[in-house]
């Protein structure tokens, strides 16, 4: 284990040993909670799809509030749902959901877009623990560690602080349940040569203690030529209940990624250079060749690897039966490394006419870490006959981030036959050569309250205050100087909802909120982009949840408008302004429907309309720089569509079950411009699962079946898209016991 990896088990059982200690000495001593919901898995699960609406979930509230009584559309997928859907990773998970789209960016990993917004106005946090920076934490690790994962839609720095201005992801791991034995596993293996095995338990220590832990190992050899891949994830908890008034737990999280030569995308080439030129790009001159799609660009010994603990400690202690003490502690510490060619661009003049495939290089390393502390008091009994729940807290989190980056250029190559070659060892050569370290500060007040008016009408009110510090020194080798700068942010975030039930299965609900969110990441934030004052937004939501036919129907549905302030706008003179808007319109649907014991149904869509109503940009025009208006166009890796439908049925003769699942994602672009468009794809999914006599169930499933050829997600390069995988094929057996 790394120095860094033992100095989070320490401080973590520092921090549950102290908070034990001070509880059993003093009834009123400040008591640790852990972040996440615990048991909810199999507290509220019968089976049913409406039982989603009884969930309780951290991602939307620290209130305790279900999922029906938040005014907001929560999106909640289960390990049960991931597995029955073929869910392997993050960002098939996340491509479930209504309104979410994910892909693949260089050094973001997994990242998304939520209701017309992507990249860092998404929040990210495993188990409630959230990441200063969504986009530098973010990976696509293999979905079978956590329990379930909890999707906010719209702004949510009422709970997540900055960056939460489209939604937030929360990844709830697998914790442990009193009183419960259990245990699952599966092994896979598939196209590709992929491999997946997990193995997962929950066991009783005593009638007051429980231990789970699970273990994933995962490899794949990549549907792109010689980007092969290796993952190791690993999770552990423990809870104790020394008292019925305290709650102690403590978790310890391990995952690993490591791939060789990775993917980084696919070149646009003119469609005069082309050989098998396809229309899943509108470029102008510029096509998406498929006889170059499976080529890999990178350099031979390229590597894209990380390493990642998350630690965390709590408890809550009862103080009475209305009011409750929590505090909680977590620990992340991440090593990132880069060492690739990772763009590549198309060059006419470039000095070898047959090799005129431009790469640039990239070197860089990562050394992050984070300590987050949250106490709360939290209320939760009648004032004048009305319930009421309430908490107030402090926040405090501290990231420690250094990073070294070089930045050059490589080779020259044929698109068609590329002699890749490796990374140079010498560092002199590089254009840029800079190490960052970054310090960020993050302190916040924090204030929700539910109160019923009435049994059937709640009013949800919620406020934020965050002071954040930045302190940022960037060493410039090349030239031998070395720049301090930072900033010192303050802003408040509130919102204002209501959820009225209009009989016991229909709910109506609305809510008003606000968040704020940097420019660009604080972590890499250059001078003059760390001077910028904090974006804005908000949002107006309304919408129905609906639980029918005992629970057989779970229906929900929305209709929002969110909108951003002060995003970069334009560059004259290399001075950064702000000053841009941005708007998101739409409507959007997710219904679960068991039709009978043996056919269950999912579908969801999503339909927007996401522009920049004012931003400018510069671009040269007959060799001039002159500015532009970008406004009407949409986003980059937005889709203004997306729609998802799965069924499975089970015969009732034979222990077999048939599923199929349709995925529609519309066009986008990879430009502001909108002048790179890429087209929709429509996919189709087929699994058929088999209860094997001695236990566990046997599913095939297919991917792609129709094979179709589609870019998933732009590159850093507007003229560099990520290919989607072909047809593949996957045989996976799963117990449990």
């Not at 909640?76 to 892909?103: K, N």
């Not at 860092?120 to 986009?135: E, F, N, Q, T």
């Not at 060492?339 to 590549?344: C, G, L, Q």
């Not at 940022?472 to 030239?479: E, I, P, Q, S, T």
């Amino acid at each position: 284990m790394s120095s860094t990896a033992c100095r989070a088990v320490v401080l973590a059982t520092l921090g549950a040993a102290s908070i034990s200690a001070a509880s059993a000495e003093d009834s009123g001593a400040i008591a640790l909670e852990e972040i996440s919901v615990q048991g909810e898995g199999s507290a509220v699960n019968d089976g049913s799809p409406g039982q989603i609406l009884k969930r309780s979930t951290e991602a939307a509230s620290r209130l305790g509030l279900t999922v029906r009584e938040t005014p907001a559309m929560v999106d909640v997928i289960t390990q049960d749902r991931l597995q029955e859907q073929g869910s392997r990773s993050l960002i098939e998970a996340y491509m479930s959901a209504p309104g979410v789209v994910a892909g693949n960016l260089p050094g973001e990993p997994g990242v998304t877009a939520i209701r017309g917004f992507s990249r860092g106005a998404v929040g990210y946090s495993v188990d409630g623990v959230r990441a200063i920076d969504p986009l530098i934490a973010s990976r696509n690790y293999d979905s079978y560690s956590f329990d379930r994962i909890e999707i906010l839609k719209g702004p949510a720095s009422v709970v997540s602080g900055s960056g939460a201005l489209a939604g937030t992801i929360n990844l709830v791991t697998r914790k442990p349940e009193l009183g419960v034995t259990k245990a699952d596993a599966l092994l896979s293996y598939g196209s590709f040569d992929t491999v997946r095995a997990g193995a997962s338990f929950n066991a009783p220590i005593s009638e007051n203690a429980a231990a789970s832990a699970s273990v994933l190992y995962g490899r794949s050899g990549g549907y792109v030529n010689d980007t092969d891949s290796e993952n190791v994830q690993v999770t552990t908890g423990l809870t104790l209940k020394p008292t019925d008034r305290l709650t102690i737990t403590a978790a310890f999280d391990y995952f690993r990624d490591d791939f060789s030569t990775a993917y980084f995308g696919t070149p646009l080439i003119p469609r005069d250079a082309a050989r098998n030129p396809s229309g899943a790009v509108s470029a102008g001159d510029l096509v998406l060749d498929k006889s170059i799609w499976k080529k890999n660009y990178n350099v031979d010994d390229g590597v894209m690897k990380s390493d990642a603990i998350w630690a965390r400690t709590g408890a809550a202690f009862q103080l009475t039966d209305q009011w409750t003490l929590k505090n909680d502690f977590a620990f992340y510490s991440a090593d990132r490394l880069w060492r690739n060619s990772e763009d590549y661009t198309y060059d006419p003049e470039a000095p070898d006419p047959e090799k005129p495939l431009r790469r640039g290089l990239t070197l860089i390393s990562h050394d992050q870490q984070s300590w987050t502390n949250r106490t709360s008091a939290n209320f939760d009994g009648d004032i004048g006959g009305r319930r009421n729940r309430f908490v107030a807290g402090f926040e405090y989190m501290r990231t420690e981030f250094g990073s070294k980056r070089r930045f050059g250029s490589t080779t020259f190559v044929d698109p068609f036959n590329p002699d890749r070659g490796d990374f140079p060892d010498a560092t002199a050569g590089f254009d840029t050569r800079q190490n960052f370290d970054s310090t960020v500060d993050n302190s916040a007040v924090f204030l929700e309250n539910a109160l019923n008016i009435t049994p059937e009408w709640i009013v949800v009110a919620g406020l934020r205050h965050d002071w954040i510090d930045l302190d940022r020194k960037v060493r410039d080798l090349n030239a031998g100087t070395t720049t301090t700068f930072g900033n010192d942010y303050s802003s408040t975030t509130w919102r204002l909802g209501t959820v009225y039930d209009l009989t016991p299965e229909v709910s109506l609900f609305a809510q008003y909120t606000t968040a704020i969110s940097p420019v660009s990441g604080l972590l890499l934030s250059n001078s003059t982009r760390a001077g910028l004052d904090l974006t804005t937004g908000k949002s107006i939501e309304a919408g129905v949840k609906t639980s029918l036919l005992g629970g057989r129907l779970l229906a929900t549905a929305s209709v929002y408008q969110i909108e951003q302030h002060d995003i970069i706008r334009t560059y004259t003179g290399g001075v950064t302004e702000q000053g841009g808007d941005q708007r998101s319109r739409g409507v959007e649907f997710d219904v679960s429907l068991a039709v009978t014991e043996q056919w269950k149904i999912n579908a969801n869509a999503a339909i927007l309309k996401a522009e920049f109503t004012k931003l400018d940009e510069t671009e040269i025009i007959n060799g001039k720089l002159e500015s532009v208006s970008r406004k009407g166009n949409r986003p980059l890796n937005v889709p203004e569509q997306t729609f998802n439908l799965w069924t499975t049925y089970r015969l009732a003769s034979v222990p077999v079950t048939f599923g199929a699942g349709v995925r529609h994602v519309g066009d986008f672009y990879t430009d502001n411009a909108n002048t790179i468009r890429v087209d929709g794809r429509t996919l189709l999914d087929a699994s058929i699962a088999y209860d094997v006599p001695v236990g566990g169930t046997l599913t095939l499933r297919g991917r792609n079946l129709t094979n179709r050829f589609y870019a998933e997600w732009s590159g850093y390069s507007s003229t560099q898209v990520y290919v989607g995988a072909p047809r593949s094929f996957d045989l996976t057996y799963s117990v449990k016991f």
